[in-house]
Structure formats: structure tokens, C-alpha cells
């Protein structure tokens, strides 16, 4: 080889080695070691369903503080690659959208398990090594990350409009556990149409002793979304009641019997006609300081309703549902009060319930009173429906508080949208 040639090939190996990115003699693991650690860790998330508590803030333009809006508690579970939810004491998950659940106000998903897939199962993300921090009193391993948008799950939804946007932002592990112990993520590049400035996702994990094992789980997290009008939506949410179940069609939470039971009779599934008048009675306080949408409200039928010829829903069904919405209006003196009821049952026999607010009997708002106002003035009671399925009244007060004993008049729409059904609560 001449001296030439031998010149030729030095320059060549300094152009590659040039090329690729320097090694950081610092690094005191490689990063495979962290990604096989929380790829195992992702694989028993869909093994357990939690509960979300969301606390809701808006900011209005101008740097002004963010006030609160409302709670949000929701079931939810990993499945298939699906982040699933339904409201607590649900006998099943849905798959449905979640602003078909929640459909006001700012609401995110990804934080249970999503995110991390994308960036671990699949390698999406480029990581950056940046060293040992300190993060929440604990030593901690820092890489920063990018997503491309061709690669990105990351999907942002503002207003009526949506995209799947570039994502970056910074991970942090045990250097000892490997344990993954918080992901920060940031909107990238995103498209003008959604007239955002930054859109945030920060989550916390921590291990938890479920049952006879660990599972390393959110423990809370963070959106935010900043517009570049400068106002703001920003949620804050815990997980909690965190629960394994048994096998992906049929979710059970009691543990096992020690001797199988005596068979129960079968219940019969019933579909309730369109049109039937039902007046019920709720057994569930609702205080405005204390509610959360979410929360579970059982009422009792108030009479015998007759339908199909000899059918009859019975006087003393329990009827079932949620606070669908606990809406403060901007003036801070008014509500709107959403609820929904869901399911009926009596002996024998069970009915989905589907149906609309006609009247609130103010009669029994009298002596001791039900509907109780503070800081505001008795006005008529307005109802709304708006949302198909859910009665909506407004209350107006910085406060109020309804009683057990309150007195509704619904009617039946027929059997209402369907779902599908991904798991089931038994």
C-alpha cells in the first residue's frame, strides 16, 4: 500500500468515526439496560385497572392564576395497546373516546401507559445522555429524547381541531433499580391550527405492592396546554385503588373463594321502551364543595311504571349513574349540574337506563329543604338536555347542597347508543 493510499484510507476512518456520535465516558450504564428494565415494567401494566382523580384549572390571558374547575374521577386500564376508562363502580370498561365520557372542558390521555410505550416498546424515541441529578431527594439517571412526527403517537387535540405532533422532552431512572421514575413530554413543531404555544405531559411513577407482586406505576401526572393567547387549561392527576385483575375479558377485584359459591339465579337483561315517565327519588347528597364528576348517585323508582302490556318497572328499582358534569360557570355564582343515570335493577331483572330530565320536583325542596343555595338567591331551577342521556340544571349560588329525598321526573329514549365492550366487571 503507498504512502498515498494509507493516507486516503486514515482520512476515510476520521470521516466515519466523525460521523458517528461521541461516546460519553460518564455514562454509567447503557442505556438498553434501562429500556429492557421499563419494557418489562410495561408488560404487567395491562394486569391492572386504577383510579384517576383529575383536578381541573383554567387560566384566563395575561398571566393571570389558574383557578379551579372541577374533579374528574375515572376508572382506567391498559388494554390491546388502548388506554380504556369508565366511571367508578362501572360493572365494565368501554371502548369509547373519552370526551364521550367527559365532554367539557380540557381532558388528556396517554399518562397510564401510552407515552412510555411509544417511547420504549417500539424505539421510537432518539435518546441523549445528560447525566446524574437529584430529582425529588433521590439520585437519578437524566436522558433527553425526541420523537419524529412520522414515528410520534403524541396526539394533541385542541378545540375541534387535532394532529399527531413531534414530541421531546427528558426521562429519568434509578441508577440502582433501573426503575423508570419520570417522564417529562413536550409537543413538537406543532401545526399552527391548534394555536398552542406548548402542550405538557409530566408523570411520576412509584412502585406499588399489588396482591403477591411490585408493579411500577403512575402515580400522578400533569397536562397543561398554554395557548398563545396566553390562557390555559392545566389537570392534575393521582392514581390510586390500584387493582389487578384476572384475565383480560373478565375483570374481577374480590379474591378468590376458598370453596366455589352456590350458583346466583340468572338476571334477565330487560330493554326499556322509549316513553315511560319514571319519577325516582335520590338517595345520594351531592355538595358542590365535596362532588367530583364521576361520582357515583343511586336513586329509587317512586311508583309501578307499566310498559309492553303486563311488563312492569317496579316501585323501589334502585337506579344507578354518575355526576356527568359540575360545571362552574365564569362568574363563579352559578352551576351547571349534569347527571346521568345509567342502569335500573330489581329483583330478577336488570335495564340499561337511558333517558331525559323532565322535572325537579320542587315541592320536596321545601321542609327540611333538599336543594339548598349559599351566597346566592332561590331562582327556578332550569333544565337543559343538551347532552343526549344527561339531565342539566342550573343552580345559582357560590355554593349549594342537595339532599337525599330530592325528587326527579325522567323519561325513557329507548335502549340509547350502543359500545363496544372491551372488559368486563363482574
Known amino acids: 500500500m503507498t504512502a498515498m493510499q494509507r493516507l486516503r484510507r486514515g482520512a476515510l476512518l476520521l470521516l466515519f468515526l466523525a460521523s458517528m456520535p461521541p461516546a460519553d465516558p460518564q455514562e454509567p450504564l447503557p442505556l438498553a439496560r434501562f429500556q429492557e428494565k421499563i419494557r418489562q415494567d410495561l408488560a404487567q401494566i395491562p394486569n391492572y385497572t ?37 366511571w367508578p363502580g362501572a360493572r365494565r370498561f368501554e371502548d369509547r373516546d373519552i370526551a364521550d365520557l367527559v365532554s367539557t372542558g380540557a381532558m388528556g390521555t396517554g399518562m397510564f401507559a ?21 430529582l425529588s431527594r433521590r439520585r437519578a439517571v437524566r436522558y433527553d429524547f425526541r420523537v419524529a412526527q412520522s414515528d410520534s403517537a403524541y396526539k394533541v387535540t385542541s378545540g375541534a381541531d387535532s394532529a399527531i405532533v413531534a414530541a421531546k422532552g427528558s426521562v429519568w431512572f434509578d441508577p440502582v433499580s433501573l426503575d423508570l421514575i419520570r417522564l417529562d413530554g413536550y409537543g ?3 401545526p399552527f391550527k391548534l394555536h398552542l404555544e406548548e402542550a405538557l405531559l409530566r408523570i411520576d411513577y412509584a412502585r406499588r405492592h399489588i396482591g403477591n407482586s411490585d408493579a411500577l406505576l403512575p402515580e400522578k401526572s400533569e397536562m397543561a396546554l398554554t395557548y398563545f393567547s396566553g390562557e390555559a387549561h392545566r389537570n392534575v392527576t393521582e392514581f390510586s385503588e390500584c387493582r389487578a385483575y384476572r384475565s383480560e375479558s373478565t375483570i374481577s377485584f374480590e379474591p378468590p373463594p376458598e370453596s366455589l359459591p352456590a350458583p346466583k339465579p340468572p338476571v334477565r337483561e330487560v330493554d326499556l321502551p322509549a316513553g315511560l ?20 348517585l343511586r336513586a329509587r323508582v317512586l311508583q309501578d311504571i307499566r310498559y309492553n302490556g303486563d311488563s312492569t318497572l317496579p316501585v323501589g328499582a334502585v337506579i344507578t349513574g354518575h355526576i356527568r358534569n359540575l360545571d362552574r360557570r365564569a362568574s363563579a355564582s352559578q352551576f351547571d349540574v349534569g347527571i346521568e343515570f345509567s342502569e335500573v335493577e330489581w329483583p330478577g331483572a336488570r335495564a340499561k337506563f337511558y333517558g331525559e330530565l323532565l322535572e325537579i320536583d320542587r315541592r320536596t325542596a321545601g321542609k327540611p329543604p333538599l336543594l339548598t343555595y349559599f351566597d346566592g338567591q332561590r331562582t327556578k331551577v332550569a333544565i337543559t338536555n343538551d347532552l343526549p342521556g344527561v339531565g342539566i340544571f342550573h343552580l345559582s349560588g357560590a355554593r349549594f347542597h342537595i339532599a337525599p329525598g330530592l325528587h326527579m321526573v325522567w323519561r325513557t329514549l329507548g335502549s340509547g ?3 363496544a365492550s372491551a372488559l368486563q366487571f363482574r
Open 417 to 419: 347508543p350502543g359500545s
Open 188 to 190: 413538537d413543531a406543532m
Open 277 to 296: 315517565v319514571v319519577p325516582v327519588e335520590l338517595e345520594t347528597a351531592v355538595d358542590s364543595k365535596t362532588a367530583s364528576v364521576g361520582d357515583p
Open 114 to 134: 401510552l407515552f412510555a410505550h411509544m417511547l420504549f416498546d417500539g424505539d421510537k424515541g432518539v435518546f441523549r445522555y445528560k447525566g446524574e441529578e437529584e
Open 50 to 86: 386504577c383510579l384517576e382523580t383529575i383536578e381541573r384549572y383554567e387560566r384566563g390571558p395575561h398571566g393571570k392564576p389558574f383557578n379551579p374547575v372541577d374533579t374528574v374521577r375515572l376508572e382506567v386500564s391498559n388494554v390491546d395497546g388502548k388506554e380504556l376508562f369508565a
